[in-house]
């Protein structure tokens, strides 16, 4: 999909689709105006009668309208104006995604500079984050199915209709936008891929392609490199599994004049990376302490952590973002077998700690431990785990928000302000002292498991346990990686939140004065 800005008036836009979202309980805007002029009150008409729903996200598709260049004109509703914001936003904007991508139009046109903003919201901020909406709605996964030669719909190419010029700001946003789809969408393909393609060898062939692609740095540590450092935690889970486990490290310098192909004007070039660290069980059946068969199948979303890493370096490519970040993603299979381990092992972690495997099943913990131990020689200036760890999380929380953990309450509130700006929302759980009393273990430094209460943040607070020199949060996206039922399929989240996370970063960065720290 492509995306241009045109200054063009929208009833003399010749486009497939003409886009104009509107208020039900207000006048229409200008342009709005303009083309119901051109089209002798039609607009108007329509709406007063009613034939527009009034929620958010409602459409009206109108064919051949006398006077407007456009073949079609669609009519999105923005709900009423006294309960507008975010949420509606959004969710018209959403309407208009799913619109495009099912059009028969090759091309579309929105109306945006007068589309109404949620309070407190700027054209930047709207042009991002509905080049993203839009981009991510035209997703399909292209599933291994007989090619029944049907007809590919959806408009490829999108104008917002702007009516002065726009500036560079405005410029980077729609690129911007477009870029977080593009990382999206990899996270859905490599999630949606059955197990038996997405393996810790695909993770690890995926990020190398992509550090070839677009020149930043990627190692893979084998099984005898994991042994050699010690990562005991992370080989007992791949014990049971015939895959090799891989452990996968992607450099992205792009804080650094003259790496990854373009020199950044940033007199501030940190040389504390911001660590991003992926969950990459690219099968989960529990191991020994085997799961239900029941939806067993969607233990292949397991590694939606990883992907969402492998994602995001996509995406920060895309964008020539002025920091540096390190990918770690710690990737293997959890597999019942002979050699596979077992409830009451006890296994040494990187740390030294010794950990005593209570159930098999919390495994996703044990391969974390180790990578955030690695995360150390990096000096960070932050660490960010991304898991579905726990489905703890899911009870507690559902599938809206993601679950945050952090034992650094600015970092928290970072990320929680980006959950916000990007609809990628968190919300944050205690990581008080007293759950460590949960993972005490008569037999080693700490169990792997708290019991039935708190499961999720007794995860969390053995991670806390591996995470202690350096600002560490942990996300937890058990619920909201994927769906389930009908619509079953990643959803590609939390990679909006890291993206908008990042862009504040080198914002932030690009702001400060020469000599200030990083």
């Known amino acids: 999909m492509k995306f241009t800005i045109k200054t063009t008036s929208p009833e003399k836009s010749e486009t497939g689709i003409l886009v104009i979202c509107v208020f039900t309980d207000t006048p229409l805007p200008p342009g709005a105006q303009a083309v119901n002029k051109a089209s002798h009150g039609k607009l108007s008409g329509f709406l007063s009668s009613g034939d527009l729903d009034g929620k958010a996200g409602a459409t009206l598709l109108l064919y051949g309208l006398a006077g407007v260049a456009a073949e079609r004109v669609l009519l999105v509703s923005l709900g009423k104006s006294d309960s507008f914001g975010d949420k509606a936003w959004r969710d018209a904007l959403a309407a208009v995604g799913k619109a495009l991508a099912d059009t028969p139009a090759e091309d579309g046109a929105l109306m945006f500079e007068e589309i109404a903003l949620p309070p407190g919201r700027d054209?930047?901020?709207?042009?991002?984050?509905?080049?993203?909406?839009?981009?991510?709605?035209?997703?399909?996964?292209?599933?291994?199915?007989?090619?029944?030669?049907?007809?590919?719909?959806?408009?490829?190419?999108?104008?917002?209709?702007?009516?002065?010029?726009?500036?560079?700001?405005?410029?980077?946003?729609?690129?911007?936008?477009q870029a977080i789809a593009e990382g999206m969408a990899l996270v859905k393909t490599l999630a949606n891929l059955g197990a038996n393609v997405c393996t810790p060898a695909k993770l690890a062939e995926t990020a190398l392609a992509l550090g070839k692609q677009f020149k930043f740095d990627v190692n893979v540590l084998e099984r005898g490199d994991m042994e050699k450092l010690g990562m005991g935690a992370l080989l007992s889970v791949a014990r049971g599994s015939h895959q090799e486990p891989k452990f996968i490290v992607m450099h992205y310098r792009g804080g650094s004049p003259g790496k990854n192909g373009k020199?950044?004007?940033?007199?501030?070039?940190?040389?504390?990376?911001?660590?991003?660290?992926?969950?990459?069980?690219?099968?989960?059946?529990?191991?020994?302490?085997?799961?239900?068969?029941?939806?067993?199948?969607?233990?292949?979303?397991?590694?939606?952590?990883?992907?969402?890493?492998?994602?995001?370096?996509?995406?920060?490519?895309?964008?020539?973002?002025?920091?540096?970040?390190?990918?770690?993603?710690?990737?293997?299979?959890?597999?019942?077998?002979?050699?596979?381990s077992r409830p009451g092992d006890v296994v040494h972690s990187m740390s030294g700690q010794s950990i005593e495997i209570l159930n098999t099943d919390a495994e996703g913990r044990l391969i974390l431990c180790d990578a955030l131990t690695y995360a150390e020689r990096f000096s960070p200036d932050c660490v960010i785990d991304i898991a579905t760890l726990t489905g703890a999380c899911v009870v507690a929380l559902g599938r809206i928000p993601s679950g945050l953990l952090s034992t650094d309450d600015a970092l928290a509130i970072e990320l929680t302000q980006s959950g916000l700006d990007s609809g990628d929302r968190v919300w944050r759980l205690p990581l008080w002292e007293e759950y460590l009393e949960q993972i005490r273990s008569n037999f080693a430094d700490m169990a792997n498991v708290g019991g039935r209460f708190g499961g999720a943040i007794t995860g969390a607070v053995f991670l806390s346990r591996f995470a202690g020199g350096y600002k560490w949060a942990h996300l937890d996206i058990a619920g909201t990686a994927w769906l389930s039922g009908e619509a079953k399929g990643a959803t590609g989240?939390?990679?909006?939140?890291?993206?908008?996370?990042?862009?504040?970063?080198?914002?932030?960065?690009?702001?400060?004065?020469?000599?200030?720290?990083?």
């Open 123 to 177: 054209l930047t901020w709207a042009l991002r984050q509905a080049s993203r909406i839009v981009a991510d709605c035209a997703y399909k996964f292209d599933a291994p199915r007989i090619k029944n030669g049907s007809t590919k719909r959806g408009a490829h190419k999108i104008a917002f209709l702007l009516s002065s010029e726009p500036n560079q700001p405005q410029k980077e946003a729609i690129s911007h936008g």
């Open 263 to 340: 020199a950044h004007k940033n007199k501030n070039s940190g040389s504390h990376p911001i660590v991003l660290v992926g969950k990459g069980i690219t099968f989960d059946s529990g191991g020994i302490s085997l799961k239900p068969g029941a939806e067993m199948d969607e233990m292949k979303f397991d590694m939606c952590g990883a992907a969402s890493v492998i994602g995001a370096f996509k995406t920060i490519a895309l964008m020539e973002l002025p920091v540096d970040v390190v990918g770690l993603v710690p990737a293997t299979e959890n597999m019942p077998s002979g050699n596979a």
């Open 493 to 518: 989240r939390p990679l909006p939140l890291l993206s908008e996370f990042l862009i504040g970063r080198a914002k932030a960065r690009n702001t400060e004065p020469s000599g200030s720290p990083s």
